[in-house]
């Protein structure tokens, strides 16, 4: 089966969706995800998405951002970052995301690892769900834009170093898409791992078809560990996120034995590799986070998500400790793009944590992701917009795929482990050297 649109993107997390709704009313849309359209790592997010709180904030914010990522950053993209951050945040409000507020309607900004000033917004702790109901929401309203869930992305079709679509499997039926412009917002890469916070689905499956044609990639050993994921003894299952939020308004993190070791509100690496030396000195599987002086009121309130989803696993965090231990949480390095999200092929484009525009260097400063994934997707999306009417589609015979989703997915997961191995990263929690 063939298919023709102007714009074809793969994946349904904020930046898929960001991106489709700042493309043109006047272009045909497909957007395709994996599972279904909710299961994304946007909608695990807790914590909230930074933003320079006025223009002052902005010179604060790069350092932050510089600091946080070992000064390993792309200064240029940063400053795109931090200037085009708050109409972006004002973009959603727009579309009718309720971020929390003061009592004088003011934004309620909090506060996370190495960032020098409150300047996270949120919606509780469940921001990504709240943003990502809005943005389906828009989709599923737009005539323009299809969905295909439950999709599996083989490889993007190329011809002659350009980008002219992508293969699909659809219920076991092979579909050939043809576009003016592949987006590619496949997500991370902790599906992976035996031990991370991501969604499991998420195997790097954009990077492995990059590698394949030769696209540039960039920074595959720097892999995040988050320091604070629930402690549970089981095998190969999605980690609830811990959020850094609750560090953010005072929680703190213990030994086995009652003693602070660490100062809870560093950058995330160096917070991780605290953790997991003392859980090694006191021969434990875990460490504490304690938030329970902050009273119970505040808490189902302010975390209600976390609240419900700890009780559910038999703890009550306005009375007992969370246990924590480190996980897998997110990719810096990905798919190198310019500042528009190019990739290095023609028609080609990459957003979200399946690319690489340099923000994070070698540590991701908190709550920088969603705000990458907004500001870089709409930046791809004004690209496509100017030049869309300049591309012809281009149909080219396509062989039929004879492997199995589970063949093809093996394959991916093999390329994308060896590009890690040749950057100097590790792939299990277990061994994995801290930087």
């Not at 309607?105 to 690892?113: C, H, Q, R």
């Not at 991370?196 to 689905?201: E, L, P, V, Y």
């Not at 528009?340 to 994070?360: D, K, P, R, W």
């Amino acid at each position: 089966m063939n298919k023709l649109v102007d714009v074809l993107i793969i994946g349904s997390g904020i930046s898929g969706l960001y991106c489709a709704l700042n493309l043109r009313r006047d272009l045909k849309i497909l957007v395709v995800c994996k599972s279904e359209i909710t299961c994304t790592n946007t909608y695990l997010a807790q914590g909230g998405i930074s933003t320079a709180v006025d223009k002052d904030d902005i010179p604060l914010f790069i350092c932050d951002t510089l600091k946080a990522g070992k000064y390993e950053n792309d200064i240029e993209a940063i400053k795109i970052l931090t200037n085009e951050s708050i109409n972006n945040i004002r973009e959603l409000i727009s579309m009718g995301v309720e971020f929390d507020k003061e009592s004088n309607g003011d934004l309620n900004f909090t506060k996370e690892g190495a960032h020098s000033v409150n300047r996270i917004v949120h919606t509780k702790d469940n921001t990504g769900e709240s943003v990502a109901k809005e943005l389906i929401n828009k989709v599923m309203q737009s005539d323009n834009i299809e969905i295909y869930e439950y999709t599996y992305f083989v490889d993007i079709i190329e011809n002659q170093r350009k980008c002219i679509g992508a293969m699909l499997i659809k219920e076991n039926e092979q579909i050939n898409v043809y576009s003016k412009c592949v987006v590619l917002a496949t997500g991370g890469i902790g599906g992976l791992f035996s031990n991370s916070t991501n969604q499991r689905i998420l195997k790097g499956d954009g990077i492995a078809s990059a590698i394949k044609h030769d696209i540039e990639i960039k920074d595959m050993n720097y892999i995040q560990i988050h320091p604070t994921a629930f402690y549970e003894e089981c095998e190969d299952e999605r980690r609830l996120l811990i959020s850094e939020s609750l560090r953010g308004e005072g929680g703190k993190l213990l030994n086995i034995n009652g003693e602070r070791f660490v100062d809870e509100l560093l950058p995330r690496d160096i917070v991780s590799k605290a953790v997991y030396k003392e859980m090694k000195k006191t021969d434990s599987n875990y460490v504490n986070l304690d938030i329970s002086f902050l009273g119970k009121d505040y808490i189902v309130s302010r975390f209600s998500s976390i609240y419900k989803e700890c009780l559910k696993r038999g703890v009550d965090i306005t009375k007992e400790y969370i246990k924590v231990s480190p996980a897998q949480h997110f990719l810096m390095g990905g798919i190198k793009v310019d500042s528009n999200s190019l990739t290095s092929m023609e028609n080609l484009y990459a957003v979200g944590e399946t690319s690489c525009t340099g923000i994070h260097g070698a540590n991701r400063l908190a709550s920088n992701s969603l705000l990458e994934g907004l500001v870089f997707s709409r930046r791809c999306a004004i690209n496509i917009n100017k030049n869309i009417n300049y591309i012809k589609n281009n149909v080219i015979a396509v062989n039929k795929i004879s492997k199995s989703i589970e063949e093809l997915s093996e394959e991916n997961s093999i390329l994308v482990k060896e590009a890690i191995k040749l950057n100097g990263g590790i792939l299990d929690y277990e061994l994995f050297n801290y930087r």
